[in-house]
């Protein structure tokens, strides 16, 4: 009985005591993984983490950030870096906002991709060393958690696996995308090719002696004070008394500054009406500048301006002609005028829209938007249809084929090349591309600006991997005989990076068709770029 006793006693102690060791170390487990859980970073995909609502990073293995419209373009890219893996590469990213909201933002970054991804394409297929990898970047909404991506970038660029060698993307112009260029270049020394961003404090200043504001940044698109001068070109001698300058005053968008200062040029004539100022409260938040338009408009139905320059966002300028065009005005017609920013204002057109803009009158638009475009894909048939008719009005006779320019005739065969691409779907399913808001264009001569810049440093460096350094070298031996033909034009660099006398299109909204319209060529320097694109000294 005594044992029976002893026995069951310990028997029992001994299960309490291992169910109490087995339990805490359940406790203990769980404890642990619930700590290592909560550290953990929330992870979107390889590359890229949850972060304020938004999934920030780096990926090239095809993810789409949740954005449906980039979804193939984003596998084909995929599909690209896997078949050059374990080739010798370098890797090239693309910095935007990759989870726009709007559908019309979402449509310019399809726009934008496809574009880097038809000049990757293309560029792999030159029987040229290196190979190029694009990787997708999202710094966030307003470049706003750029900081984190561009530590990320600068750990590819040291890693011998990724061989990052430039960035470019950057399309918009703002104080956070500023902060970060500036710290690729100049503190990291990561070459910077500025493909869609247009403001003057996004460039180097043409000096001899003074010191770049962004050591090794180019760019293919010209600034707004470059565009301005196209335009004022472009239209001839306007008086101040037949213009007035609408401007945003919002703090932090450069884009919107360096607009309106551009447009602030001097004029001949008597002084015109003063500025007419609004502050929106966000780059596609129309706020309450609805009502501010409608009193701006009575200002200046009262005035003697019919050229209004807009220095302001396309959420705002569409909002604006449409309440200039609700206001009588004794039958009054304006031309509103804005920068490159415009370049998609299309797409925010509603058939109301179209019809508040041509009005009830006579058929001939109340109001109509006319901006700079970087790039048309109409432009160089109608130049050269309007150089061919002034040479026979010249010379009386039809020029010969091998009399019409390079600066018109290599271009357009550069784009016919790029129609021809995606027409046949070489290049595969990217989803539809639109030429016509030039974004598709103008990244797709950026990427290949920096595939040529790779090729040269490539060949004067030992090793299939050119330095960081020696790329960043090569924007300054882009002119002349090392000259991009790209789709917009010929890319022509100064030694600060930018784009020499590039050619903008003007285009405006026809409400009569309810669409673009391409009007002409202009060129900053009030005439077309010099004979094989030598750059001059001033």
Not at 276 to 297: A, V
Request: a negative charge.
């Amino acid at each position: 009985m005594l044992n029976w006793l002893y026995n069951t006693f310990w028997a029992n102690w001994t299960k309490k005591a291992l169910t109490t060791l087995v339990t805490a170390a359940v406790v203990t487990a769980a404890a642990v993984l619930a700590d290592r859980l909560i550290g953990a970073p929330d992870l979107c995909a390889n590359g890229v983490e949850r972060s304020d609502g938004e999934c920030i990073g780096v990926n090239g293995s095809g993810y789409d950030f949740g954005t449906d419209e980039i979804t193939e373009v984003s596998r084909a890219i995929a599909g690209e870096n896997a078949r050059i893996s374990g080739k010798p590469h370098v890797t090239v990213a693309v910095m935007v906002p990759l989870q726009p909201r709007g559908e019309a933002g979402k449509r310019q970054l399809r726009s934008d991709l496809q574009g880097a991804y038809l000049a990757q394409y293309r560029a792999n297929r030159q029987e040229k060393s290196p190979l190029l990898r694009l990787v997708l970047a999202n710094p966030g909404a307003d470049y706003r958690q750029q900081e984190r991506v561009v530590d990320r970038l600068a750990a590819m660029a040291e890693s011998g696996k990724d061989n990052l060698r430039a960035v470019t993307g950057f399309n918009l112009s703002l104080a956070s995308t500023e902060e970060a260029i500036r710290r690729l270049t100049n503190d990291l020394g990561i070459p910077v090719l500025a493909s869609r961003v247009s403001a003057d404090e996004l460039a180097n200043p043409e000096s001899r002696t003074g010191k770049p504001r962004f050591n090794g940044l180019a760019r293919v698109i010209p600034t707004n004070r470059q565009q301005a001068d196209a335009l004022a070109d472009f239209h001839g001698d306007l008086r101040n008394e037949d213009t007035v300058l609408v401007r945003d005053t919002r703090p932090g968008d450069i884009y919107v500054d360096s607009l309106a200062k551009a447009f602030s040029r001097e004029e001949s004539g008597p002084a015109g009406a003063k500025d007419q100022e609004f502050r929106s409260p966000g780059i596609n938040e129309p706020g309450d500048t609805g009502n501010d338009f409608s009193l701006i408009g009575h200002n200046i139905c009262q005035s003697e301006a019919d050229v209004v320059y807009f220095a302001g966002r396309p959420v705002h300028l569409r909002l604006f002609a449409l309440k200039l065009a609700e206001v009588p005005c004794r039958g009054k017609r304006y031309t509103v005028v804005s920068g490159s920013g415009a370049a998609t204002l299309d797409r925010y057109m509603s058939e109301q829209d179209w019809e508040k803009l041509r009005g009830t009158g006579d058929g001939e638009p109340v109001v109509t938007v006319q901006y700079t475009a970087p790039a048309h894909p109409d432009a160089w048939d109608h130049a050269l249809a309007d150089w061919e008719k002034e040479q026979r009005e010249k010379t009386g006779r039809i020029p010969d084929v091998k009399e019409q320019p390079a600066y018109l005739t290599e271009p357009r065969r550069e784009l016919v090349k790029l129609r021809d691409l995606v027409e046949q779907r070489t290049a595969g399913d990217i989803g539809p591309v639109e030429l016509e808001d030039s974004r598709t264009m103008l990244v797709h001569d950026g990427v290949r600006t920096i595939a040529e810049a790779v090729f040269l440093a490539n060949s004067q460096s030992s090793g299939t991997i050119p330095p960081l350094d020696r790329v960043a070298a090569q924007w300054l031996r882009l002119e002349s005989a090392h000259r991009v033909t790209g789709t917009s034009g010929w890319i022509c660099l100064t030694n600060g990076g930018n784009p020499y006398d590039k050619p903008v299109a003007v285009v405006e909204l026809d409400p009569r068709t309810r669409g673009l319209a391409f009007v002409g060529l202009a060129w900053p320097e009030g005439e077309p770029q010099p004979e094989d694109c030598v750059v001059p000294s001033d």
